[in-house]
């Protein structure tokens, strides 16, 4: 169980105690070391000539930056490191046997350790304020500190990757909004919601339920019918963007469902944000020449349902 398929009351209650951790304030913290962060991975990419921006760039920064919330000391940063591979890439295919019997209950053992460990001595990091977080006398439990680190690994760690990916190759493949980025650099908020609108990596919800039968526009959903919510088809209907097949970096207002809506709206978005943000503001400041290896329709995607990802994103710098 998770705030992703709680409802009310319970998710309530989870929301209340978790937003605490994700103040704007918290999330900015961060800023500063990833940014030196994303210079210190430049620095070794750039000489290199032509990388997977995957491998090189994108992956590591919202890696470093789970990282850094969650408290990790450097000598755990491996043990995470591999158990946050397991969580986004081993359940699909035969690696779901290992990913459940042997990845996922080290990484629920790692877990429970680092809680203990920041319960004896709490630190500036997210962790510590969930374990000390509290709303009208209510805390959370254990098994729910373990399931909002997990949560946290699955929803916002490979979305980002994958954000920061969609980003570039959208870029780079709208040559005008990428000049026009780059001559107006303020418009760097915009651009990254027009990428969550035009390109996001995430093309729908989970499965929803309908708990009695509801007329809408004119088709009944049965009760006990499953739904789900495409939020690509959302992100280009006409009726609510002008213009939708259009990348434009200056589209305003922009009330795209990239992050959700209503009560479930992502938790996490404004560290997404601030994450691609500083990702592409170095990647494109310290290469004016930056561009793709290969034709953007010669990039390998990732066969998943309702997903925008890649499997490389080759660039020459």
């Given at each position: ?34 940014e ?9 990419a ?85 374990i ?17 680190v ?13 954000l ?9 493949s ?26 996001g990596?995430?093309g ?11 007329e809408?526009k ?18 280009h ?30 938790l ?7 994450e ?42």
């Amino acid at each position: 169980n998770s705030m992703i398929t709680d409802d009310d009351p319970t998710h309530r209650r989870l929301k209340n105690l978790v937003h605490k951790a994700f103040l704007p304030r918290s999330v900015e913290k961060l800023g500063a070391h990833l940014e030196a962060y994303a210079d210190s991975l430049l620095d070794e990419a750039e000489p290199q000539g032509e990388v997977d921006l995957i491998s090189a760039y994108s992956n590591p920064i919202p890696m470093e930056a789970i990282s850094r919330m969650l408290g990790v000391a450097n000598s755990d940063t491996y043990q995470l490191k591999a158990g946050m591979q397991v969580l986004s890439k081993g359940f699909s295919g035969l690696r779901i046997i290992h990913g459940m019997f042997w990845g996922l209950p080290k990484m629920v053992k790692f877990t429970r350790q680092l809680i203990e460990r920041k319960r004896q001595e709490p630190g500036d990091d997210m962790l510590s304020d969930l374990i000390q977080a509290e709303d009208e006398g209510e805390k959370l439990s254990e098994d729910e500190l373990v399931t909002m680190v997990l949560l946290l690994i699955i929803a916002g760690f490979e979305t980002t990757v994958h954000l920061i990916n969609n980003a570039v190759i959208t870029l780079l493949s709208h040559p005008d909004q990428l000049l026009l980025l780059r001559e107006q650099p303020e418009l760097m908020d915009s651009a990254i919601e027009e990428v969550q609108r035009f390109n996001g990596p995430i093309g729908g919800t989970k499965p929803h339920y309908a708990v009695e039968d509801i007329e809408l526009k004119g088709v009944t959903i049965p009760k006990g019918s499953m739904v789900m919510t495409l939020l690509n088809a959302a992100n280009h209907d006409p009726q609510a963007f002008e213009n939708p097949e259009v990348f434009d970096i200056t589209r305003h207002p922009n009330r795209h469902m990239g992050f959700g809506m209503g009560v479930h709206y992502c938790l996490g978005a404004s560290l997404a944000r601030l994450e691609v943000k500083v990702a592409l503001n170095k990647l494109l400041g310290r290469n004016p020449n930056l561009r793709l290896a290969v034709p953007e329709d010669a990039l390998e995607k990732i066969h998943a349902p309702l997903q925008t990802r890649y499997q490389s994103v080759p660039v020459v710098f």
